[in-house]
Structures are given as structure tokens and as C-alpha cells.
């Protein structure tokens, strides 16, 4: 008999182990290694990162054959053999029932991965500044398809009464070829003058607001400059359009960019790709400066979100079209770059984004991130892009 028990010992805290080496195998494949320590180590002690890695691994491996509190056998298992699991037991029973992990209840001015104070990009956002010490930094990438429109493993955060169909946008072709001869893409900058934590070297004179500079060297105008770039050494060609059309005013910084845009689609036909690149303004209810950030092959990179514009906002019919060129872009970046791009989000306003169906505004971090990472950010998403875009050539 105590031959048995020990066996039976034996076998439970292998299987437990087996579970946990699974689990970490599959986060370290999922994310990387840079990325997955980086988020171990922001979470400190806290165990919530390893509990909701495990607990998703519990869930896919147990049937839900749940026990009264909501525990399967094998479930029940894990937690005998596990200090960590057994001291967030409510963490994990809630995970496998799909309420989410943990760091999504440690974050809540970040519901579904998103800030509270998520602004349209129309309307002036608010930009409560912050000592680069006191910027929370966090990975915004989703735990669960819970809050999003979710087709296989995209994610978009959907700000519309629009009944959205990502799979059919994912699989759509892009109804878009890139001439041999000419400008194939335009970059620009509806809100050029916006600008990231001074910190280091990167410091600035600011212009009419925080987190705002004329000096091209410190704000978005730079970030395009790097894709330009980026995208010039893939033999992609480029216009940059370098107007600040949200100074001496922010209102009706669009309308201003959109006659910009109209006239360099009549100078140049051969231009089909349209990119409007900002910089985000994460904000919490409370006053706490966010910024989206993740670590990629060593360097801190500012997290990069594809915004779309959409019809319930005026005359856009074919917004559609653009949704599958981004679902293209951000399927490319998910699987060079895992974690370097956040969900899409689809808003009300066009955008300007009606004027062709290869317009996208491209958010580069958010204005607690510091130049370097947005260049790091900039970077990464012009290769990944890149990829894309040049199948698109004829």
C-alpha cells in the first residue's frame, strides 16, 4: 500500500510539472523569451503572469468537468502540487470559467487593453505629462478574445455599432497593385507635431501643448522619416509629406490633411498606400501616464496600433477593403514580431481614409514612450509592412 502511494505521488507531481514546463515552453513560443521575462519581471512577485500561463495550459489540456467550485480533477491536481497556483486559486478558477487573467484585474484603467480615456484621434486627447520614472509601462496585447472582434488570432477592437467580419476581411484579397514606376506610398502626419517623453538625449522645446514639438527631429515627422527609410532599403518608393497640419490649431487638423492628401493623389496616381502616422495618449482615470512598450531582440520598442476609420463616421463605403490590408499588416507583424503590435481598432471618424483603399493610420507608441522606442517601433513595423507591400507590386 505505501508502495502505491508513493507511485501515485510520483506520478501526480510529474504530471504537474509536465503541465508547468508546457506551459512556459508555450508562452516562450507565443511571445519570445525577451517579452516573456520582461513581463514576468513587471508583475514582480505577484504570480499572476505564471498563474494565467498555466492556467491556460489547465484549460486546454482538462476537460470542463468541473467539481463544485468550478475545478476540474485535473485542475485540482496542478493546485495540490503548486504553492503558486494554490495561492491564486480564485485567479485560476476564474481564468478557466472565462473571466480573464489576472493582469487584466491588476490594470483597470486598461480594460480589454485598452486605455479608459480611449480618444477618437479627432478631439483633442488629454496628455497628462509625467516623469519617465513615474510612466507605467505596459505590453497591451490580449489575454482572451473577451471584449474584441476575434478571427484567428487577430484581434480588433471594435468602437462602432458596425457588425464587423474579420475572418472574411483577413481572407479577402488586397485589391491593391503597386505601380513599377512612381510613388507607390505616401507618409504623413494629420498631427505632425506630436511628440514623446523627453528623455536622455531626446529632449525638446515644446510648441502650443505638452508632449508636442515643431522640431522635426523629436516628433512623428521623425517616426515617418524612419519608415521612409526603412521602406526606401526594401526598394519600396515613398513620398514623405512633412506639413504640421494640426499647428497653429489641433480642430480641423483633418480636413487640412485630407485636401494635403487629395492633392498628392492627383500629383502623384502612382500612390496607393496612404499611411497617417500618430502617436498615442494613454491616460487612466486616475491621471497615471501609460505607455505601450514591449522588448524585442534585446531594445525596448514602442507597441504599434493600426486604426481604421469607418462608415458610421461619414461617406467611407469601402472601408472594408482597408480593414483587409490591415488585417494583412498586422497578420505580418504578429508573426515576425510577436507582441510588437497592439489589437486594431476600428473608430467612428473616416480618417480621410475614403480617399483610397490603402489608407491606414498607423499609431506608434503613445506619448509616455520615449523617441528611441518609437524609432525601435517604427522600425519593426516598416519591415513588417514592407513584406506585405511589396507582394502588392506588379
Known sequence: MKEKIQWGRLFR???ALFMATIAVWALLLCVGAGAAADAVRGLGESGEFVTAALAAELGQMAPRETESDGLTRWEELALSQSPLLRGNRETVARFLAGGGTAAADTTPDLPAGQPAQDHDDVTEPPETTAAPEDIVERTLIPTSPQGYV???????YNRTGLEVDLAAA???????????????ILIMHTHGSEAYTPDGTDVYEPSDANSRTLDEDYNVVRVGDEM??????MGLSVVH???LYDYPKYSGA???SGAGVAQYLEQYPSIKIVL????????????TVYKAV??????KTAQVMLVLGSSEGGEHPNWTQNLALAAKLQRSMDTLYPTLARPMALRVPVYNQELTNGSLLVEVGSHGNTLQEALAGARLFARAAGQVLLGLEE
Open 254 to 256: 483633418y480636413d487640412r
Open 228 to 233: 521612409e527609410r526603412v521602406f526606401t532599403e
Open 294 to 299: 514591449t522588448t524585442i531582440d534585446g531594445v
Open 276 to 287: 497617417d502616422i500618430h502617436r498615442d495618449a494613454l491616460v487612466g482615470e486616475d491621471g
Open 241 to 243: 509629406d512633412r506639413t
Open 13 to 15: 507531481r510529474s504530471a
Open 170 to 184: 483577413a481572407a479577402a484579397p488586397v485589391d491593391i497593385t503597386l505601380p513599377a514606376e512612381g510613388p507607390q
Open 150 to 156: 476575434y478571427a484567428d488570432g487577430l484581434y480588433l
